[in-house]
Nanobody, 125 residues
Framework: QVQLVESGGGLVQAGGSLRLSCAASGRTFSRYAMGWFRQAPGKERDFVAR????????SYGGSVKGRFTISRDNAKNTVYLEMNSLKPEDTAVYYC??????????????????WGQGTQVTVSS
């Protein structure tokens, strides 16, 4: 069992930056690949980024590639999402999720086993 708690969301102007954090409970954080997803009002939840258990492999959704960076600190049981050059279309609730599979390229919601409650990111124009 893993419990996830996101933080770091807020209101930022277009072009600005935010760093989201996701703190995990339990002693087995390092066995999980971690992902970030986001959901805008009236839209489906979309894949944003994924990082492997050891942190050496990352992948990104097309709309954030080059602007967002996912990282993790297994000693702190925390995964991060650094978001730069934010755009109004990045406005959404951001969720972190844990996946106990080591397969790369998993971007679908059902492939993740545990979810946080989400944190709101609002980008003003």
């Amino acid at each position: 069992q893993v419990q996830l708690v996101e933080s770091g969301g807020g209101l930022v102007q277009a072009g600005g930056s935010l760093r989201l954090s996701c703190a995990a409970s339990g002693r087995t954080f390092s066995r999980y690949a971690m992902g970030w997803f986001r959901q805008a009002p009236g839209k489906e939840r979309d894949f944003v980024a994924r990082i492997s258990q050891g942190g050496g492999v990352t992948s990104y959704g097309g709309s954030v590639k080059g602007r967002f960076t996912i990282s993790r600190d297994n000693a702190k049981n925390t995964v991060y999402l650094e978001m730069n050059s934010l755009k109004p279309e990045d406005t959404a609730v951001y969720y972190c999720a844990a996946d106990d599979s080591s397969l790369a390229g998993r971007t679908l919601i059902y492939e993740y086993d545990y979810w946080g409650q989400g944190t709101q990111v609002t980008v003003s124009s």
